[in-house]
Structure formats: C-alpha cells, structure tokens
T-cell receptor, first 117, second 114 residues
Framework: DVKVTQSSRYLVKRTGEKVFLECVQD?????MFWYRQDPGLGLRLIYF???????EKGDIPEGYSVSREKKERFSLILESASTNQTSMYLC????????????????FGNGTRLTVT | AQSVTQLDSQVPVFEEAPVELRCNYS??????LFWYVQYPNQGLQLLLK??????LVESINGFEAEFNKSQTSFHLRKPSVHISDTAEYFC????????????FGIGTKLQVIP
C-alpha cells in the first residue's frame, strides 16, 4: 500500500513565523500535490510537482512556496504565516507522469491542521 | 478550466435507506471523474473512478456512479446505507492528458441516522 506521511498532525504557529510542512511518499510516485481544505470550500490546490526540482502553481499559490529536492519529499513553505492560512493541509501523490494516457488516483496523507495565532 | 459542483453540502439519511449524492462538472474537453471519501480525522481515499468504457462504475462497498455526458453529471448512489458510510464525499475531475491536476467539489457530508 502507498503511504503518504505528513510530519505533523497539529501545528500552532504565530503570525509572521516561517512554517514548513513536510510530506514523504514511499512508492516512487512522480507527482506530488499540496491542497488546503476549508469548510464550505472543499479542497483547493496550492502547488504541485511532477518531477524533482519542478513545481507548478495551483489555484491558490499566494503566500506559499514549495520545495522538491528529492522525489519522495515535497515541502510546503509559508514564508510569513498569517491568520488566514489557518487550515487543514493535505499532501497527496500519484503515479503516472504528465501526458500519460492513463490516470492514476491521488493518495493522501492524513493532513496537518495548522493554526496561526 | 474545469470545475465541479456538489449541490448538497449535507445529506442526512436513515440506515438501510437509499442515497444519491449529486455531482455536476464543467469542462471544455474530455475528463476523468472520481469520487473520494474522507472518514473523520483521515485523509481522502479513492472510492471509485470513471476513466473510459462503461459509464456505470462500482466500488467494493456497494456504491456506484454513472457518467452522464449529456448532463455533465457523475452522481453517486447506494441502495442501502450503513452507519459506517457516515463520511464526507468529494467529487473530483481531471482533464485527459497534460498535468494530472485534480479539481475537487466542496464535499457532501453524508450522515447516516440509526
């Protein structure tokens, strides 16, 4: 079974802090994603990566950056945390590379609930 | 760009009754369609998917969904729900080809009442 591990289940940070959310997958997946989940808004894509050192903006990238130095690890960075970034953050991975004719499902971690005070 | 509309934010239903969770999508090109389920305090997991072929797809726990291209819908159904089906259900779409970028609906909370 694919395992996607998010390093923290709960985080509490202060406004202005730099925050790192870490995600590791163990199945050699090509693609990795960061979503945030908010009540009434569903999941919104922040950033995704289809290869090491490659990244693409999702629908709401403002205030975030990402890093993918190794295939198995995808980090989400909040450069200066703000209260409107309080949310549940979900990391996901999927197998097939871009332009593949098939489509593989997303495998999710259990999420990191971030509170910014 | 693609979008997904889930028309009901919450659906209460009695145990052993049938349920339908509605999903409509919008896209100018062909799509793949998915339903994901999120149990309390967990991440999402795939329930079923439509890639091609038969428009009726089924999950291992009795759910089914039918792709209707003319109505751009992918409604999820189960003829008899159990308490264990209480969860939040997300409809999702991705475009054929290109990046595997998945767009989710806002979710429907299914509450099964004993």
């Amino acid at each position: 079974d694919v395992k996607v591990t998010q390093s923290s289940r709960y985080l509490v940070k202060r406004t202005g802090e730099k925050v790192f959310l870490e995600c590791v997958q163990d199945m050699d997946h090509e693609n990795m994603f960061w979503y945030r989940q908010d009540p009434g808004l569903g999941l919104r894509l922040i950033y995704f990566s289809y290869d090491v050192k490659m990244k693409e903006k999702g629908d709401i990238p403002e205030g975030y950056s990402v890093s993918r130095e190794k295939k198995e690890r995808f980090s989400l960075i909040l450069e200066s945390a703000s209260t409107n970034q309080t949310s549940m953050y979900l990391c996901a991975s999927s197998l097939f590379p871009r332009f593949h004719t098939n489509n593989s499902p997303l495998h999710f971690g259990n999420g990191t609930r971030l509170t910014v005070t | 760009a693609q979008s997904v509309t889930q028309l009901d934010s919450q659906v209460p239903v009695f145990e052993e009754a049938p349920v339908e969770l509605r999903c409509n999508y919008s896209s100018s090109v062909s799509v793949y369609l998915f339903w994901y389920v999120q149990y309390p305090n967990q991440g999402l997991q795939l329930l079923l998917k439509y890639l091609s072929g038969s428009t009726l797809v089924e999950s291992i726990n009795g759910f089914e969904a039918e792709f209707n291209k003319s109505q751009t819908s992918f409604h999820l159904r189960k003829p008899s729900v159990h308490i264990s089906d209480t969860a939040e259900y997300f409809c999702a779409v991705s475009l054929r080809g290109g990046y595997q970028k998945v767009t989710f609906g806002i979710g429907t909370k299914l509450q099964v009442i004993p």
